[in-house]
T-cell receptor
Framework: KQEVTQIPAALSVPEGENLVLNCSFT??????LQWFRQDPGKGLTSLLL?????REQTSGRLNASLDKSSGRSTLYIAASQPGDSATYLC????????????FGEGTQLTVNP | NAGVMQNPRHLVRRRGQEARLRCSPM?????VYWYRQLPEEGLKFMVY????????ESGMPKERFSAEFPKEGPSILRIQQVVRGDSAAYFC????????????FGNGTRLTVT
């Protein structure tokens, strides 16, 4: 059974800092891994999807890496902004054709102006 | 491009009633997923459906819960004889393909059982 751990659970930083969110998972037999953000009372917004054969994926100020064999992924956020404040969730995909995501508890990020 | 649409946003039911939650996937998406987020817990997979087929229901409770995705119309998650422990946020997601496609989530339906 897949288990996902995200560290830290909460993070508060001043605007402009670069930061790293960590994710570890127990079962390395995954199809891909997605990073999401969740704003209070809202659904999830997909940020990045890394295929199991990839090491890294970038979108704007976000960069996600994947080390499948060791069961780790990191999300790097450059030049953080107050609008980045949200809960960040990582979710490796397994199950039928990679259809089942297992979520961690998330990292609650606050970027202070 | 409309995203994944879920309704209602909030639903209140008394114990023993039925709850029906609806989800319309993004345009062009034929794969639908339901997830549940219990208070103070992470999201948990419930079921994966394609049109008229249940592909993976390994996360569905054995009793009272059912899901469908008919040829026409939205996907429905149905909870019969609700209990207080069913109170949660229920999220629907859709994808264009089932394999290695990003999932796009709706804003959820918050079910409260009184």
């Amino acid at each position: 059974k897949q288990e996902v751990t995200q560290i830290p659970a909460a993070l508060s930083v001043p605007e402009g800092e670069n930061l790293v969110l960590n994710c570890s998972f127990t079962d390395s037999a995954i199809y891909n891994l997605q990073w999401f953000r969740q704003d209070p009372g809202k659904g999830l917004t997909s940020l990045l999807l890394i295929q199991s054969s990839q090491r890294e994926q970038t979108s704007g100020r976000l960069n996600a890496s994947l080390d499948k064999s060791s069961g780790r992924s990191t999300l790097y956020i450059a030049a953080s902004q107050p609008g980045d404040s949200a809960t960040y969730l990582c979710a490796p995909a397994d199950g039928t054709s990679g259809s089942r995501l297992t979520f961690g508890e998330g990292t609650q990020l606050t970027v202070n102006p | 491009n409309a995203g994944v649409m879920q309704n209602p946003r909030h639903l209140v039911r008394r114990r023993g009633q039925e709850a029906r939650l609806r989800c319309s996937p993004m345009k062009g998406h034929s794969h639908v997923y339901w997830y549940r987020q219990l208070p103070e817990e992470g999201l948990k997979f419930m079921v994966y459906l394609q049109k008229e087929n249940i592909i993976d229901e390994s996360g569905m409770p054995k009793e009272r819960f059912s899901a469908e995705f008919p040829k026409e119309g939205p996907s429905i998650l149905r909870i019969q004889q609700v209990v207080r422990g069913d109170s949660a946020a229920y999220f629907c997601a859709s994808s264009r393909q089932g394999n290695n496609s990003p999932l796009h989530f709706g804003n959820g339906t918050r079910l409260t059982v009184t």
